[in-house]
């Protein structure tokens, strides 16, 4: 049967203690086998592979409350935006800059591909190079 968990429901809290024996056996695990810790951490601990990845990446980092996250900016009442003031252009957002798409570089095909056009504008700059050194 799946069931959803009621709305407000919260799902079960593990202490630090038992995250870090948790993270321990992932690691073990991976030094071991190479690979498959988060798998067989979530089906020995009953923790989801999501939930263990984001606590291998927050391993090590100090613990933020939230509180001190959302510290309020003195002189600013809640709920309220600041007021610009006049004569002041609004800020602008940074133009989003498109990233090329990544070409798969670790193919060795794909580099192989690259290196002969390459060579093949090498070939045709040389010709021209030598061909305007003739007219000299």
């Not at 799946?2 to 024996?21: F, V």
């Not at 939230?66 to 935006?81: D, H, I, L, Q, V």
């Not at 940074?94 to 670790?106: C, D, L, Q, R, T």
């Amino acid at each position: 049967m799946n069931a959803k968990a009621p709305k407000g429901a919260q799902g079960k809290r593990y202490t630090a203690e038992q995250k870090t024996e948790i993270i321990a056996f992932v690691n073990d695990f991976n030094a071991k086998n190479k690979r498959g810790g988060l798998k067989a951490a979530g089906d020995k601990y009953g923790v989801s592979v999501v939930t263990l990845s984001a606590w291998m990446k927050n391993a090590g980092k100090p613990a933020v409350k939230k509180a001190a996250k959302k510290a309020k900016k003195p002189g600013r009442k809640p709920g309220r935006k600041p007021v610009r003031k006049p004569g002041r252009p609004a800020k602008q957002a940074a133009p989003a800059v498109k990233a090329e798409p990544a070409a798969p570089a670790n193919s060795v095909q794909s580099i192989l591909d690259r290196m002969s056009k390459i060579n093949k504008e090498i070939s045709a700059l040389q010709k021209e190079f030598n061909s305007l050194k003739k007219q000299l």
